[in-house]
């Protein structure tokens, strides 16, 4: 007992020191975080992660401010032609998620992807509409990009969600084999466009038969996620749903 609470003493102290020489700020709002604080945002900027909704699309998870069941892209018969049936998030891209998406993205955080993928984690119970998943796989990046990058950030959410929920992870089946470069320019249609063939499967027999769950940091038109499930349920993908931190409407 002594020797756990003196092992405890000492890591606390560490951090102190550390929190001392390099202070810690919340990545949502920029104030100063507790020498003990464990995540990464304060607790205003945390309670700011709030669900997509009340009133979202069926089909791909946007907020419907004048209600609905369904989205102006996603109503009728249009819903048949995506092979990506549903989307969802676990929080809507604001000024509270963005700093983390952003932090992860581009900053060479990798360190806030265990935190969001553990509020993915903590409210993937929430969406039923989810369940059944066999195999969880993240949105690849090309290999030129990741080189740059120095990891995919879909693979560490996907990774930090799968060791919450105990989901089977694939990372190596799904690949990106075009370089569709940013699609933060591009509208809709555009982006369907850029992504169509940019992914491919690379071991047909490890998703035969089986609901995929994507990974994916964004939900902005989908046309990423679409362009994934495409390539799944051409390679015998019984079923393609998608999960994303945050949902941008």
Avoid at 38 to 49: D, F, I, S, W
Avoid at 166 to 177: C, K, N
Avoid at 178 to 191: P, V, Y
Avoid at 222 to 244: D, F
Wanted: glycine share 10%; with cysteine; charged share 20%.
């Amino acid at each position: 007992m002594l020797r756990s609470n003196f092992k405890t003493y000492l890591y606390n102290a560490g951090q102190y020191i550390l929190h001392v020489l390099f202070p810690r700020v919340c990545f949502g709002c920029g104030c100063d975080l507790a020498w003990n604080a464990r995540a990464p945002l304060c607790p205003t900027c945390e309670n700011g992660l709030t669900l997509p909704g009340p009133l979202i699309c069926q089909r791909c998870g946007v907020v419907l401010k004048s209600g609905g069941a369904h989205c102006f892209h996603c109503r009728g018969s249009k819903a048949d032609k995506y092979k990506c049936k549903i989307i969802r998030s676990a929080c809507n891209f604001n000024e509270f998620s963005r700093g983390l998406v952003h932090a992860l993205k581009y900053q060479g955080a990798d360190y806030v992807a265990p935190y969001m993928g553990g509020v993915m984690a903590h409210r993937f119970g929430m969406l039923t509409e989810l369940a059944g998943v066999n195999l969880v796989i993240p949105v690849p990046l090309f290999g030129r990009r990741q080189k740059k990058r120095g990891y995919n950030q879909s693979e560490l959410l996907a990774r930090a969600f799968c060791a919450k929920t105990g989901l089977a992870l694939d990372t190596a089946t799904l690949v990106r084999v075009r370089d569709t470069g940013s699609q933060t320019k591009l509208g809709r249609a555009a982006r369907v466009e850029n992504m169509d063939g940019a992914f491919d499967v690379k071991n047909t027999a490890a998703v035969k038969g089986k609901t995929v769950l994507l990974i994916d940091d964004v939900a902005t038109t989908g046309s990423t996620l679409e362009g994934c499930a495409k390539a799944l349920r051409l390679a015998g993908a019984k079923r393609v749903l998608a999960y994303t931190f945050a949902r941008e409407n």
